[in-house]
């Protein structure tokens, strides 16, 4: 993603973008944490907080910003409203940071987890 002003160019790294939706994804309700985008044996693979961008793909598609997230959620919440929500907070983050919309947030559900209150 870049963008040419009258100083120079200005470009920001897809990973850069990825940071910024997984901490956005990360502190949304309902959340377990990211997922790897494939799946090994039918489970999903839970990353730790420093490799959370890796359940994170963005892509340029006619100079927009397109984000596939990979999540595990918290079971007996509603997919639907939490995935709403990681919608519009990946959105809101994204775009507040860069300046620049995003046409599509896509979430593809890996897994639901049971908490356990220990």
């Known amino acids: 993603?870049?963008?040419?002003?009258?100083?120079?160019?200005?470009e920001v790294s897809p990973l850069a973008i990825a940071t910024i939706a997984?901490?956005?994804?990360?502190?949304?309700?309902?959340?377990?944490?990211?997922?790897?985008?494939?799946?090994?044996n039918g489970l999903e693979q839970l990353l730790g907080q420093e490799n959370s961008r890796r359940g994170v793909q963005v892509k340029l598609?006619?100079?927009?910003?397109?984000?596939d997230l990979y999540v595990v959620l918290?079971?007996?919440?509603?997919?639907s409203e939490?995935?709403?929500?990681?919608?519009e907070s990946v959105k809101f983050n994204v775009e507040?940071?860069?300046g620049i919309?995003?046409?599509?947030?896509?979430?593809?559900?890996?897994g639901l987890r049971i908490s356990t209150n220990d």
Not at 1 to 10: A, D, H, Q, V
Not at 74 to 79: A, C, D, I, T, Y
Not at 101 to 110: F, G, S, T, Y
């Open 1 to 10: 993603m870049s963008e040419e002003t009258r100083l120079g160019r200005i």
């Open 22 to 40: 997984s901490r956005a994804v990360l502190g949304c309700y309902g959340v377990v944490g990211m997922a790897s985008n494939s799946l090994r």
């Open 61 to 67: 598609v006619k100079d927009q910003i397109v984000i």
């Open 74 to 79: 918290e079971h007996g919440l509603r997919v």
């Open 82 to 87: 939490v995935a709403q929500n990681i919608m």
């Open 96 to 98: 507040k940071s860069l």
């Open 101 to 110: 919309p995003v046409a599509q947030v896509n979430i593809h559900v890996q």
